[in-house]
Antibody, heavy 117, light 110 residues
Framework: EVQLVESGGGLVQPGGSLRLSCATSGFKFSNNWLDWVRRAPGKGLEWVANINPDGSETNYVPSVKGRFTISRDNARNSFYLQMNSLRPEDTAVYYC??????????WGQGTLVTVSS | QAGLTQPPSVSKGLRQTATLTCTGNSDNVAYQGAAWLQHRLGHPPKLLSDRSHNRPSGISERFSASTSGNTASLTISGLQPEDEADYYCSAWDRSLSAWVFGGGTELTVL
């Protein structure tokens, strides 16, 4: 059974940092593109970032470029989202997913990030 | 701001058919098509159709997707109460090198 479990969410002040983790099992991790997708309160889904199977290519939504970094550890079957210079508008439930737009996609349950003073 | 355009809400009766639309441009929807996802708050999103109109295992045949030029559509036939949810389209935008989503359509089954 494929499982993805996020951790690392919480309350942080504007300008602060958080590192989200996504621990996975049940599939060939090193073969997959991986994504972070978020949904802010009262807003729709927004793709945040992805990373290719060997970690050599990453892509980001323009609003987080230069502030967020996606990475992966194929030995640990885990991937991460380092979030720096957080803003109130980054407040959202963050989901990790395996290639979210493919028929084999799997998702975590989400972790809440709240940026507030 | 959403990169793709979806109507904010659609209401249809039980057992009727709803067609949800998603408009993009030549760099996204017309380039490689759009995927469709269903999302209910408190649950992870669920893919209904990939960009090639394939359904994941376990997704009902009542959900079917199509694309014509810059517009993608999701048709849901035989509407059921459990179909009430938010529906999103998403496409890879080659000019942004990023995935873009529509703003979502809230489907109400009357």
């Amino acid at each position: 059974e494929v499982q993805l479990v996020e951790s690392g969410g919480g309350l942080v002040q504007p300008g602060g940092s958080l590192r989200l983790s996504c621990a996975t099992s049940g599939f060939k991790f090193s073969n997959n593109w991986l994504d972070w997708v978020r949904r802010a309160p009262g807003k729709g889904l927004e793709w945040v970032a992805n990373i290719n199977p060997d970690g050599s290519e990453t892509n980001y939504v323009p609003s987080v470029k230069g502030r967020f970094t996606i990475s992966r550890d194929n030995a640990r079957n885990s991937f991460y989202l380092q979030m720096n210079s957080l803003r109130p508008e980054d407040t959202a439930v963050y989901y990790c997913a395996t290639h979210f737009a493919s028929v084999d996609a799997s998702w975590g349950q989400g972790t809440l990030v709240t940026v507030s003073s | 701001q959403a990169g793709l355009t979806q109507p904010p809400s659609v209401s249809k009766g039980l057992r009727q058919t709803a067609t949800l639309t998603c408009t993009g441009n030549s760099d996204n929807v017309a380039y490689q098509g759009a995927a469709w996802l269903q999302h209910r708050l408190g649950h992870p999103p669920k893919l209904l159709s990939d960009r090639s109109h394939n359904r994941p295992s376990g997704i009902s045949e009542r959900f079917s997707a199509s694309t014509s030029g810059n517009t993608a559509s999701l048709t849901i036939s035989g509407l059921q109460p459990e179909d009430e949810a938010d529906y999103y389209c998403s496409a890879w935008d080659r000019s942004l090198s990023a995935w873009v989503f529509g703003g979502g359509t809230e489907l109400t089954v009357l």
